[in-house]
C-alpha cells in the first residue's frame, strides 16, 4: 500500500463559507450579525491505496502515520497546544484540566439523557494523535473537539469563543454539524492558530486556521517523507477533492532525474480516469499536458 499526506492552503470567508466533505459535514449558521471576517486556513489529510486510481483509498489524517505532535511543535515553535471538549465522557478525561464543567447532554430525541463533561486541557506532544482519535491501543481516551495553539495560559474569552464554536454541534445528524463558522474569529482573536477536525471519507482531517499565512508548505513535506509517505498538494482541501486528480498532477510535474521514479504504481486502466480521458480526447502518443485535465470536482 501507498501512504501519502495530502496538504493544501486556502481561505475562508466566515460570511460566506465554502463548502465541507461532500454529504458529510457542513457549518453551523452560526452567531448572526457576526462581522465578515477572512482567515487563512491549511488542511491536511492523509491516505492509502494500492495504485494511482486511488479507487480503494482509505482517508483521513490518520491513514498517513505522520504523528500529529511532532508536526504541530514543528509548525508552532514555542507554542503550547490545548484540547477543548464539550462533550466529554466523564470516564475519560484528560489528567490535567484548565477548565471542568459537568452537566447533563440531552440525546437524539430529546427522550434520554448522559452526563457530560465540558473540558480544556493541555496535550502532551507525544498524545496529541490520541487526543485525535479518542483512543490509544485500544482504550477509550479523551477526545477533542478542537485544538487551540496559545503562547500562554487560556482565558476566559478563549472559552467562550470555543463554547460558541463547538457547543451546538450535532455529530449524530447527516451531515453533521459539529463548528459554527462565525465563531472562529473569536477563537482567533485569543489563540494563535485552531485546529479542526473536518470529516474525510474514513477519518477527520485537520484544518489549522489563523489570522496569516501559516507558509508552511515545505515542513509539511518534510514531516511527510520523515514519516515515509509521500506528500500530495491539493488545489483544494483534501475532504472535498479526489486523489486520482492530485496523484495526476503531481505525476506530471514529477522529476524522475532527481526523485527517482514516480513512487504509485499506474492502475490496470493506465493510469485511472484522468489519463484515460486524455486518451479518449486524443493525446493517444504524448503526455497529457496539465491544462488537459477536467475542472475540479468534489469527491464521489
Not at 473569536?186 to 489549522?208: C, F, Q, S, T, Y
Request: proline residues 9%.
Amino acid at each position: 500500500m501507498v501512504r501519502a499526506f495530502g496538504y493544501c492552503n486556502d481561505t475562508l470567508d466566515t460570511a460566506a463559507p465554502n463548502r465541507l466533505c461532500r454529504g458529510r459535514e457542513r457549518w453551523l449558521e452560526g452567531i448572526p450579525d457576526t462581522p465578515t471576517t477572512t482567515v487563512f486556513r491549511t488542511v491536511l489529510s492523509g491516505a492509502r491505496f494500492t495504485d494511482d486510481s486511488a479507487r480503494d483509498a482509505m482517508r483521513g489524517f490518520r491513514f498517513a502515520d505522520v504523528p500529529a505532535g511532532p508536526l504541530f511543535t514543528e509548525l508552532f515553535p514555542g507554542l503550547r497546544v490545548w484540547a477543548f471538549c464539550n462533550a466529554g465522557d466523564p470516564l475519560a478525561l484528560p489528567a490535567d484540566c484548565a477548565l471542568e464543567e459537568d452537566w447533563t447532554l440531552a440525546l437524539e430525541g430529546g427522550r434520554r439523557t448522559r452526563p457530560a463533561v465540558r473540558w480544556l486541557a493541555p496535550v502532551p506532544v507525544e498524545d496529541m494523535d490520541a487526543f485525535i482519535a479518542g483512543e490509544h491501543e485500544g482504550l477509550a481516551t479523551p477526545r477533542a473537539d478542537a485544538f487551540v495553539l496559545l503562547e500562554g495560559e487560556p482565558t476566559e474569552a478563549l472559552t467562550v469563543a470555543l463554547y460558541q464554536l463547538c457547543g451546538f454541534g450535532t455529530a449524530e445528524q447527516l451531515p453533521a454539524e459539529l463548528y459554527a463558522v462565525t465563531a472562529i474569529p473569536a477563537v482567533l482573536e485569543a489563540a494563535r492558530a485552531l485546529v479542526l477536525m473536518h470529516l474525510d471519507k474514513h477519518g477527520p482531517a485537520l484544518a489549522i486556521y489563523t489570522h496569516e499565512p501559516l507558509e508552511a508548505d515545505e515542513r509539511v513535506r518534510a514531516a511527510a517523507v520523515a514519516a515515509g509517505c509521500l506528500p500530495v498538494p491539493f488545489a483544494i482541501p483534501p475532504m472535498l477533492a479526489r486523489w486520482d486528480r492530485a496523484l495526476y498532477e503531481l505525476r506530471l510535474d514529477w522529476n524522475a532525474e532527481a526523485l527517482g521514479e514516480f513512487p504509485v504504481p499506474p492502475a490496470d486502466d493506465a493510469g485511472g480516469r484522468w489519463s484515460a480521458r486524455s486518451r479518449r480526447i486524443g493525446h493517444m502518443d504524448e503526455e497529457p499536458e496539465a491544462g488537459s485535465a477536467p475542472a475540479e470536482g468534489g469527491e464521489e
